[in-house]
């Protein structure tokens, strides 16, 4: 039988009504459709789809689950690697990793890796997830800094492999971006309570309000616990820097989002957090950050919401399906356009951005064509509200705080492969140690780092780098 | 959860509160603060530490209530909880020996300025404190603070106590009787501090300031913070709270602080309707 060319269509809410909303846009998989995509999957011998997945999932083996219709069984295959599928089966880039492997491509679209992936993780869940198997406890202790993927993922990894975890969070919830950062719309809360709950069924605790760095140092963690994981994420957002930039109605897309999806502002006066947005929106900046910056506007009720970007639209770095599901939405692209000022009324609030046409130069480092200015192109866009989503760095409260600890020119913590910094017993994973990346990457360094960790609290031994 | 193990009332809108938070009490110095949330649907807030007490595992806080939260907070009672109190957070003050410091408080600006007082006293400084408020009622820790201080003047708008006048007026008097000040402190409302920058920029005495932007996180991930010193974007919950006060740009402060004013009264009526 010829394999079908196209993947099975994911039902999701119309753009006209889900605007209006924060409901989740897709809905998923029936049991039916999950079965009749399993079953376009090869099964290559050689699993190309494999070398595309940072943490290592036997995809054509749980894939094969599904086609026979053994779901249980695709979750404990998953589960074996990945302890977030609901959230990875909903955030992850699967067009450049795993389905950008898929021998299927070849002659039509990819198997739906993601989809699949995201259908076991909500079947398990709706069922009510198993108590896990945990090894027998090794008396060790070891300490996690930040609760984003990377922080979860090992801490998950280590609970089950026997030691005793605890996780120190400088916010009053879990999740790192998961939670402040990635709309409901896209991820719901509920999905990653429910995943934090699978770590701590681990056995793991999770001590919130701690600020490591100022409420408790890294050395007195090191004093207490036998490792120690530094996860902090690539919070410190980045500006403009350029004038008018700290008018009212000019936001960090950090600021923005942790407004709504943290302190839920979007139901605002119940919760008591405000937010506020005119009628026309720009965000300035094209990845994922940035749609999600557009679309949260629009269901605020921006009656226009615009991305800017300097840019073309082949180098938006935002994954394909949030660029088309912003496009339906409605969302206004004015692409090549930097902006250069933000000017307010005399009552210091904005009221529009001048901006500059842009074209494609030579390439420069990051192998993207460089955006130049084409002069007298300038041109005055009215707003009511700015959103900056031109990238993050790497959070600077422990880089500066632990003074011997080796820092990289971005910010970054120096490691090794398996997340080793300079410091014995001090590991590093996630966006703090890489730059602003992706979930799953986040969480394929949690669990590289917590098989070293588990090596190292066994051994005690420390390789010397040259 | 974190109890509150003490509740005074200082003047009919400003409460000072004794809150057990053992982690933060053995870090506390001067000058920094914490950020608390009250309750599942709470804001996060910003308040400047007022003393600590690493011994009993407490921390003080002081505040007046002018928005929901604090309005809400005002109501709780010793044993109740604070569902999140996280810090110290933001730089502590330098405190050295630097000869003659004077420190100005206004109103609720007052309270973080008491434990900087003290640890000036101790480094050895001559310390002249200066306090203000609109009237009588809302002066504070007036007994505290003349016990760590050389010299205390006070000043209210309405002359019900002290002078009759602004903070500034009694400065201004010092830097005229030929006082030798090497450095100044100044925290309160926005304005108090602009003025008083002002003031001592002309002769050129060095003046810190503790700024008070909105904040969210209070851990520098947000930016919300932002505040314009010497020309440069700084976030105040990690590069400050303190800064020089000849750099600061206070007008842009004031304006960004105003940005939720509406929302603000919103959430106030919305409060004062179910209470
Ligand atoms: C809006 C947005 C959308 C995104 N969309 C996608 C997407 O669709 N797909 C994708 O793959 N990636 C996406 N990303 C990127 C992805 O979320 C990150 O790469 C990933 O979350 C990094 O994980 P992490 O664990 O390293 O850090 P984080 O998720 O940033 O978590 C760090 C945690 O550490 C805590 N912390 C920081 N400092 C301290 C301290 N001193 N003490 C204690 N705790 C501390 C923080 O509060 C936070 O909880 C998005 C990012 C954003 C902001
Ligand atoms: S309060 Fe968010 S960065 Fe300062």
Known sequence: MAVRKNKYEMPEQKPKNRINNFNEVPYGYDEQTAIDEAKRCLQCKNKPCMQGCPVEIDIPGFIKCIADGDFDKAADVIKSKNSLPAVSGRVCPYEEQCEGLCTIKKIGEPVGIGRLERFIADYERKKGVKKPIKKKSTGKKTAIIGSGPAGLTCAGDLAKMGHEVTVFEAFHAPGGVLMYGIPEFRLPKEIVNAEVDYIKKLGVEIKYDVVVGKTISTEELLDEYDSVFIATGAGLPRFLNIPGENLDGVYSANEFLTRINMMKAYKFPEYDTPVKIGEVVATFGAGNVAMDSARTALRLGAKKSYIIYRRSDVEMPARNEEIQHAKEEGIIFKLLTNPIEFKGNDKGYLTQVKCIKMKLGDPDESGRRRPIPIPDSEEIINIDTAIIAIGQSPNPLIPQTMKKLKIQKWGNIETDEDGRTNIPGVFAGGDIATGAATVILAMGAGKRSARAMDEYMKTKIWPIKK | ?275
């Open chain 2, 1 to 275: 959860m974190y109890p509150i193990v003490e509740k005074k009332k200082l003047s009919e809108t400003v409460k000072l509160m004794k809150v057990k938070a053992p982690l933060v009490a053995k870090k506390a110095k001067a000058g920094q603060f914490i950020i608390l949330r009250i309750d599942e649907k709470g804001e996060r807030i910003p308040l400047t530490i007022a003393d600590y007490n690493r011994n009993e595992g407490t921390v003080t806080i002081i505040f007046m209530e002018v928005g929901k939260t604090t309005k809400q907070l005002g109501t709780m009672i010793e044993g109740d909880n604070i569902l999140n109190f996280a810090g110290p957070l933001g730089k502590s003050s330098e405190i050295e020996n630097y000869g003659t410091v004077v420190c100005i408080g206004g109103g609720v600006g007052i309270a973080p300025l008491y434990p900087i007082i003290k640890a000036l006293k101790e480094a050895g400084n001559y310390v002249i404190c200066i306090l203000g408020a609109r009237d009588k009622s809302l002066l504070m820790l007036e007994e505290e603070i003349s016990k760590n201080c050389d010299e205390l003047h006070i000043a209210t708008d309405d002359g019900s106590k002290g002078l009759k006048g602004f903070v500034s007026d009694v400065l201004q008097k010092l830097i005229d009787n030929d006082k030798k000040i090497d450095i100044v402190w100044a925290i309160g409302p926005v304005i108090m501090m602009k003025v008083v920058a002002n003031l001592t920029k002309k002769y050129d005495i060095k003046t810190i300031v503790s700024l008070n932007p909105i904040m969210v996180d209070g851990t520098g991930m947000c930016g919300g913070c932002r505040v314009e010193v010497g020309g440069k974007t700084k976030f105040a919950c990690v590069d400050g709270p303190e800064f020089d006060g000849h750099k600061v740009d206070f007008n842009n402060l004031m304006l960004r602080n105003r940005r939720f004013l509406r929302d603000e009264e919103e959430a106030c009526k919305m409060h004062e309707e179910t209470s």
